[in-house]
């Protein structure tokens, strides 16, 4: 832009400049020529009042060394008529341009036209008209125009490295907040403010952004705290709910009432895995989500669940896949299944109308890894990133499905706190979802 509008400016500048010199060049041609139209009239008097013309002629054959520009130069009498005339050798025939008629000057095709009338005593004799060829008006032109060539070229340069320096500065700090910017939306970190001590409109832009990140932060840490103490408060009733529900079903004898309770205690089940996934995020959020690591063998645990699982999965068979692993881990047991329970009800409920999810376990020297892989809906490419953050949920499955976005955030950050991961990789058809634990370093945390 500054490149741009110093340009623009220069080339105005030159050319305006350009102009006023050529009009000022022309005029100053124009008073000179009707000085020496005015000379030669004077000097050709006598030579018309005598009829001299061979004198006339000798005196227009003068201005070859006088103003050597001149190609024609002609005494007219009154009657229009050719008196005396002289022609720069090498020049053709005069051509007077009928519109030369009424005034004093005319410039045609780099030619000027002067004439002036020859007055004795308040009596016209006749007139003088030159015509003066304007090469040394191409010349300056053309001087004039290399010079503002050269100078714009160089002013181009110029300014073009004073803008690479202003843009250097200014586009640091943008970058470095368009950064910053993605950053905090990837992390949601929200606590890190950007330093700048500048005064300029981008300092403005930061320190709206900065305060912005601080409401959202207090937005974020009342809406946590809301979360904590509402679902704290939801859990007690729940359980004693869960209670009376259970006793009576195990009072009711009439099989139809039976079905109503089971209902009511289905939704209370769900209700409770909210509240506990809730309750979990809370957690997470304040750095209070605590491990209990114990010892335990991974086949158990996974052959455990899955059976489990199994019982209330009519829809769908679990099959277990790949290595065995005989190996007695150090980890939250309790964690671990969960995540597993997430990733097997995730798999079913995003696979309507299949029959199959499949477990696939692998022993590596440094980790197992665990897949659990589906034949349902997928996830498109440019979701899959985000599906580990909180209350996100694909566009396609939220209308369709019922769910909180919660499970996965969860799940990751329980295998991040074992020095695991958790990835997803889009199927052919379907969904694979992988998370690893590492063998050895848990096994010396565990005895370390
Ligand atoms: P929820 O399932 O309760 O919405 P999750 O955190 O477990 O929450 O999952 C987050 C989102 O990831 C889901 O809403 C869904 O869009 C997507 N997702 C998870 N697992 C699968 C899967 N197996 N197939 C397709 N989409 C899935």
């Known amino acids: 832009m500054l490149v741009f509008t110093s340009v623009l400016v220069l080339g105005i500048f030159f050319a305006v400049f350009i102009i006023t010199d050529t009009r000022s060049f022309k005029q100053r041609k124009v008073d000179d020529m009707i000085s020496l139209a005015q000379v030669v009239g004077t000097n050709s008097i006598s030579t018309l009042q005598f009829d001299d013309d061979d004198e006339a002629r000798k005196i227009l054959a003068e201005l070859h060394n006088v103003a050597p520009a001149i190609i024609h130069a002609v005494i007219l009498d009154t009657a229009g008529r050719f008196f005396a005339s002289y022609t720069k050798p090498g020049a053709d025939t ?3 341009p009928p519109e030369f008629n009424e005034s004093r000057s005319l410039f045609v095709d780099e030619r000027l036209f002067v004439t002036h009338d020859i007055v004795d005593k308040g ?4 007139k ?20 503002a060539f050269i100078l714009l070229v160089a002013a181009l340069g110029f300014a073009f490295l ?22 905090v939306s990837r ?47 939801l ?35 769900k209700l409770e895995r909210l509240i506990r996934d809730l309750l979990d995020v809370s957690k997470i959020q304040s750095g209070q989500l605590e491990l209990n690591m114990g010892h335990f063998n991974m086949d158990s645990l996974l052959d455990e669940t899955i059976a489990s699982f199994q019982m209330i999965a009519n829809t769908h068979q679990i099959i277990r ?3 065995c692993i005989n190996e007695v881990i150090s980890a939250d047991g309790q964690r671990i299944e969960q995540v597993l329970i997430n990733l097997l009800s995730n798999a079913i409920k995003y696979s309507p109308g299949e029959t199959q999810v499949i477990v696939h376990t692998q022993k590596t020297e440094r980790e197992l890894v665990i897949k659990v892989r589906d034949f349902g809906i997928g996830i498109p490419a440019d979701e899959q990133e985000n599906i580990f953050e909180r209350f996100y949920r694909t ?13 996965l955030y969860i799940a990751r950050d329980i295998i991040t706190r074992h020095n695991g991961r958790i990835w997803v990789e889009a199927q052919e058809r379907g969904t694979a979802f992988y998370f690893s634990l590492p063998v050895k370093k848990q096994e010396l945390q565990a005895t370390g």
């Not at 359980?239 to 209370?268: C, H, R, W």
């Open 94 to 96: 005069l051509h007077v």
């Open 123 to 126: 009596q016209v004799l006749g």
């Open 128 to 147: 003088v008209l030159l015509e003066v060829e304007l090469s040394d008006l191409q010349q300056i032109k053309r001087s004039q125009f290399q010079l």
């Open 395 to 407: 566009k396609g499955t939220s209308a369709h499905f019922s769910g909180f976005g919660l499970g």
């Open 235 to 269: 859990k007690t009733p729940l359980t004693s709910i869960k209670g009376y529900m259970e006793l009576l079903n195990l009072m009711e004898d009439k099989e139809s009432n039976k079905q109503f309770v089971q209902k009511a205690m289905e939704n209370v089940r």
């Open 321 to 323: 896949e790949g290595d």
């Open 162 to 183: 004073i803008a690479i320096a202003i843009q250097q500065y200014f586009s640091r700090r943008l970058v470095y907040l368009v950064n910053t910017m993605k950053e």
């Open 187 to 233: 992390t949601g970190e929200y606590n890190k403010p950007i330093a700048d001590d500048g005064k300029d409109e981008i300092s403005i832009l930061i320190n709206v952004f900065n305060d912005l990140m601080k409401q959202v932060k207090e937005t974020q840490e009342k809406k946590d705290e809301f979360i904590g103490i509402a679902s704290h408060e």
